[in-house]
């Protein structure tokens, strides 16, 4: 069994990408394909990857794979400073809890390789029993946020399910 699947089969995961030009099809959304790697890595039963345009839209992907019961829920892009970039303004008002220093370790994971990291705004926390973060828009940026979340992962969802174990 895989450390990311409990007793009662594989845990669910869902991708949200926000991008007005993938959404319209005039761009090839490059991010999600490198999530749902990742995702399946690690042993989730994944969620079709919901393309939107930024802003709302990404707040009622969020909601209605939250009906889902994900364990898991990775948005990218949005985060940025451009008006349009709205990610962590839909996705702040869903969480229960925030998780400050998921996503201090992400921006400083980027900030190693590029300062323009520092400027993602993307909120990590739970809905429920489920684990949402905001990811950059850009495949480097995700795989940046990929690898902190890599070791813990796997006891972060435990731990939603009611796992005392430390």
């Not at 989730?44 to 889902?68: C, H």
């Not at 990218?76 to 008006?83: A, D, I, K, N, V």
């Amino acid at each position: 069994m895989n450390a990311c699947e409990p007793a009662r089969g594989p845990r669910k995961a869902g991708v949200v990408i926000a991008s007005n030009r993938a959404a319209a099809g005039i761009y090839e959304d490059k991010s999600g394909p490198v999530i749902l790697d990742w995702l399946v890595e690690h042993g989730y039963e994944t969620i079709p990857v919901m393309v939107v345009p930024d802003g709302e839209p990404v707040g009622a992907a969020i909601r209605a794979l939250l009906t889902l019961e994900p364990a898991v829920v990775i948005t990218s892009g949005g985060t940025g400073l451009s008006p349009d970039d709205r990610t962590p303004e839909v996705t702040l008002p869903l969480l229960d809890r925030e998780i400050p220093g998921l996503m201090e370790g992400i921006r400083r994971a980027g900030a190693a390789k590029t300062p323009m990291a520092m400027l993602s705004r993307g909120h990590a926390g739970t809905a429920g029993k489920t684990f949402i973060v905001n990811l950059p828009g850009s495949p480097k940026g995700v795989m940046d946020g990929l690898a902190v979340l890599d070791p813990v992962i796997a006891h972060l969802c435990d731990q939603l399910e009611g796992s005392h174990d430390h």
